[in-house]
């Protein structure tokens, strides 16, 4: 039998896709991450955005194309804001949301809508078996933030914070050459009065490569950066959620942080780790944002110097404050998306830029087109012309810019 998990959306959705990859091959099942034929089909969706909404909705139409007989699964975030698309598609669909996700392969037979109630306790599920050379550990879920746009909190529930121990665990039996941590709300972990900076240091004896996923201000702090100094191999890489360089943007996005305190935390970043990438989300088109407002961003990007950005124009979510504020026209979103991607090439092209002629570590991960691609630990792409089968860690010298990043080869 053959099973396709697919995944659309986060990170935390990527954890949870590759747990359930492992249950499909410990069942016996030939599993792919591409929507290839298959018997089986798992649709992990995304409602961050009404465009990630929109192509959860369209899996099935793609599937049916590659086996119309095909029994399909959906969860996530998308069928919990709004279940009856999916479950209007036809009646021999399982149709199921965000919780319980560790008992999705125990409902294989069942069809219908199966959506289980919030939990309050971290969901243990099974380790993953990633299709990648990196392993994404998911170590918290949900969020008490409310950001005025953001719908997630209401679909994931409140913050919630995996044990140590299984983190721990799980990292040592699948032994993956880089685990990134992941959360929801990654800076609100807590377990037990353990915070993120107690996570990393119960991690120094960990020995594959360490890198964060998405971080707030307010848990930049001496005491985390010398936790993850101290481990034995962290990719000082940071992606650090901005949103907006405008204070008066900030403050109706309820985003509780200035921009003073922000660059203030980058400066602190780099004062541990001097080669940082530091990359960020930035929202463009926010209801309250002026083109003063918008300015003030585009400067804010310059003071910075983001390694990369990850830019998107403001979607109304239904449900959210943001919601009820007036959208500006897809005119202006758009003209501010197009020079916020300019952006994004300039501080891409500079940091790489700066790092021609440097010594970078290299993990490799797919073999394309004559080169083999990774990244570094700074997060900067990089292609080594030819097959590298080894799958370990590898000095690399950057020579120049190319594609997505920068061409390199081996010392």
């Known amino acids: ?90 009646n021999e669909y399982l149709v199921t949301g965000t919780f319980n996700k560790n008992k999705i392969l125990d409902m294989i037979d069942s069809v219908g809508v199966q959506i289980s109630p919030p939990c309050a306790e971290f969901e243990e599920l099974s380790f993953v078996k990633t299709l990648r050379t990196r392993a994404y550990i998911k ?94 191999n962290f990719a000082p890489h940071f992606h650090l959620s901005l949103q907006s360089g405008a204070d008066a943007v900030l403050k109706k996005m309820n985003r509780h942080y200035t921009t003073t305190e922000y660059l203030q935390k980058v400066e602190l970043i780099r004062k541990y780790f001097p080669t940082a990438g530091i990359t960020t989300d930035i929202i463009v088109g926010f209801p309250t944002e002026t083109e003063e407002d918008f300015i003030e961003t585009l400067n804010f990007v310059d003071k910075v110097k983001f390694s990369n950005i990850h830019p998107f124009t403001f979607s109304p979510r239904s449900g959210t404050v943001a919601f009820k504020m007036k959208d500006l026209s897809g005119d202006i979103k758009h003209d501010r998306l197009c020079r916020m991607m300019e952006k994004k090439a300039h501080c891409k092209s500079s940091f ?15 073999n394309k087109e004559g080169f083999t691609e990774g990244y570094s630990e700074n997060y900067i792409r990089l292609y080594v012309e030819g097959k590298i089968d080894c799958k370990n860690i590898i000095k690399v010298r950057v020579i120049e810019p190319f594609k997505e990043g920068a061409k390199a080869q081996i010392i």
């Open 1 to 90: 039998m053959k099973a396709v998990v697919f995944t659309l959306g986060c990170k935390v959705n990527e954890c949870e896709s590759d747990s359930l990859i492992a249950g499909l091959i410990e069942r016996g099942y030939e599993v792919s991450d591409k929507l290839v034929p298959a018997d089986l089909y798992i649709v992990n969706t995304c409602a961050v955005t009404a465009e990630a909404e929109k192509k959860s909705r369209q899996t099935a139409s793609r599937i049916k194309k590659l086996n119309d007989k095909a029994k399909i699964i959906f969860t996530g975030c998308a069928v919990e804001k709004n279940f009856k698309p999916f479950a209007e598609k036809s």
């Open 352 to 366: 790489i830029a700066g790092h021609i002629g440097k010594t970078l570590d290299f993990l490799p991960e797919e």
């Open 139 to 232: 170590v918290q879920d949900g969020c008490n933030n409310f950001c005025s746009y953001c719908i997630i909190p209401y679909l994931r529930g409140r913050s919630r914070s995996r044990n140590p121990q299984k983190i721990i665990e799980e990292i040592n039996a699948i032994n993956p050459k880089e685990a990134v941590i992941n959360g929801i709300n990654l800076s609100a972990y807590d377990y037990n009065g353990k915070t993120l900076a107690d996570l990393m240091e119960s991690l120094s004896e960990i020995n594959c490569r360490i890198r964060l996923g998405s971080l707030e201000v307010r848990v930049i702090d001496d005491r985390l950066l010398t936790a993850l100094k101290n481990l034995k």
